[in-house]
């Protein structure tokens, strides 16, 4: 099984906004740190926002956080928000598939996926994170003021 870029991206972000939670980040950032395309990563944003796990506050000093606590955001739920997981064509809307009606191939693969989805299930946003991580990627703000007191 393959995740496409998209979800992979999606997860990304969660992650880099999850250990920069003392702060609004933004794509410009997130793009800068992985380096990955700065308009397909908002495409990204714009789905996960739209799905209820990030928060985006438009205008100056604007950015994007999470929607909820990390330990609250479940991954089996964020790619099932974020990919499409038509695996053959008899999975989807647009099937042509003569063989169908006596075919036992979907229904086996859809357990396939039952069972990817119940394992990600158990494992939240707070999960993916860890002290290496963490280290990679947060960024703390420097108040520039206070180092010149």
Do not use: W
């Amino acid at each position: 099984m393959y995740l496409t870029q998209h979800t992979d991206y999606g997860l990304r972000v969660l992650i880099y906004t999850a250990v920069n939670d003392d702060a609004l980040v933004n794509i410009a950032t997130i793009a800068d740190t992985y380096g990955i395309s700065k308009s397909h990563l908002m495409k990204v944003v714009t789905a996960l926002v739209k799905g209820g796990f990030l928060t985006s506050i438009r205008g100056k000093g604007g950015g994007l956080k999470l929607a909820m606590p990390p330990e609250k955001i479940n991954v089996g739920a964020v790619v099932r928000h974020l990919e499409p997981m038509q695996v053959v064509e008899c999975m989807g809307d647009n099937n042509e598939c003569l063989i169908t009606p006596s075919c036992r191939l979907t229904g086996i693969l859809s357990g396939a996926v039952k069972s990817f989805f119940n394992y990600l299930d158990g494992f939240t946003l707070q999960d993916l994170m860890n002290k290496p991580t963490y280290d990679l990627l947060y960024f703390p703000k420097i108040d520039i003021m206070a180092e010149t007191a």
